[in-house]
């Protein structure tokens, strides 16, 4: 069975940082894109960022310029900089393998 794992959530302060990581159990972790999206209450999942297997990379207009999408296929994981953060960017942030798979997702709080 192939799991997604998320890590990383938390609490922080508008402004602050966080980065959050994916680590994945399948094999061939490098021929699938790897995306992030996120939940907030009471909305619906939304797309964040995308990295392909050959490292093209997608990002929400809200978030480009503050989050950075990067992946270590030697360590089957994807990784979600996120820099800059504001009180909107809080939500549940989750990890697919192709659209496919999908983590048990990690809680990103935003707030002073």
């Known amino acids: 069975q192939v799991d997604v794992v998320e890590s990383g959530g938390g609490l922080v302060q508008p402004g602050g940082s966080l980065t959050l990581s994916c680590i994945d159990s399948g094999p061939r972790f490098e021929i699938y894109t790897m995306t992030w999206y996120r939940q907030a209450p009471g909305k619906p999942r939304e797309f964040v960022a995308e990295?392909?297997?050959?490292?093209?990379?997608d990002y929400l207009d809200s978030v480009k310029g503050r989050f950075t999408i990067s992946r270590d296929n030697g360590k089957k994981t994807v990784f979600l900089q996120m820099d800059s953060l504001r009180p909107e960017d809080t939500a549940v942030y989750y990890c697919t393998r192709n659209r496919q798979i999908w983590g048990q997702g990690t809680q990103v709080t935003v707030s002073s």
């Open positions: 990295i392909s297997s050959r490292g093209a990379i």
